[in-house]
């Protein structure tokens, strides 16, 4: 089983800076890697797959790079509505597909 | 529009059973492969199931396998998860979501029901 790792646990980032996430595999996924938004009582929200590339209605501010073991979701001048827990899935190698521990953005 | 609703989460006991539902429109159903996420209360995101398009192969996370099964109904737009032998550590929200195709994520997720295995 692949295993995730994602840091820091926590960001805190204030308004209209940029955040940078990390998210770590323990084995080679290529660029097999996915990024996910979750708000408060929400389903998460697909914002990047292939490591990369933005889905559908995504901002620019928005994104991802990274391949083989280590990825980076970065975030530019953050707004009100980015705060929320960020999670990183592989889906390289499975079963299992697997998620990272998860990010949480908070306002600083 | 993507729509995934699902249904079924209560409180049950542990040893118990349990069928969740999720009926989806708005899309191609059997065109995709279909998979079951959840989260357990503040915590984070559990890969449960897939299953291709066709019902043909499923596959199954460790912590399920052997007490949860994984079914659709193509000609009713509907994925199943049968739960059986319920723990305390089953508890979570449930997740329907779609597979992308091309890539083994999920681009649309339901809201998500919750099931509580508790006595």
């Known amino acids: 089983e692949i295993v995730m790792t994602q840091s820091p646990a926590t960001l805190s980032v204030s308004p209209g800076e940029r955040a940078t996430l990390s998210c770590r595999a323990s084995?080679?996924?290529?660029?097999?890697l996915a990024w996910y938004q979750q708000k408060p009582g929400l389903a998460p929200r697909l914002l990047i797959y292939?490591?990369?590339t933005r889905a559908t209605g995504i901002p620019a501010r928005f994104s991802g790079s990274g391949s083989g073991t280590e990825f980076t979701l970065t975030i530019n001048s953050l707004q009100s509505e980015d705060f929320a827990v960020y999670y990183c899935?592989?889906?390289?190698?499975?079963?299992?597909?697997?998620f990272g521990g998860g990010t949480k953005v908070e306002i600083k | 529009e993507v729509q995934l609703v699902e249904s079924g989460g209560v409180v049950v006991q542990p040893g118990g059973s349990l069928r969740l539902s999720c009926a989806a429109s708005?899309?191609?159903?059997?065109?995709?492969?279909m998979h079951w996420v959840r989260q357990a209360p503040g915590k984070g995101l559990e890969w449960v199931s897939l299953?291709?398009?066709?019902?043909?192969?499923?596959y199954y996370a460790d912590s399920v396998k052997g007490r949860f099964t994984i079914s659709r109904d193509n000609s009713k737009n509907s994925l199943y998860l049968q739960m059986n032998s319920l723990r305390t550590d089953d508890t979570a929200f449930y997740y329907c979501?779609?597979?992308?195709?091309?890539?083994?994520?999920?681009?649309?997720w339901g809201q998500g029901t919750l099931v509580t295995v508790s006595s």
């Open positions: 299953i291709t398009w066709d019902g043909g192969r499923s």
């Open positions: 084995q080679s996924v290529s660029s097999n």
């Open positions: 979501t779609k597979d992308m195709g091309a890539h083994v994520s999920f681009d649309y």
């Open positions: 292939g490591a990369f």
């Open positions: 899935q592989q889906y390289s190698s499975w079963p299992p597909l697997t």
């Open positions: 708005g899309f191609t159903f059997d065109d995709y492969t």
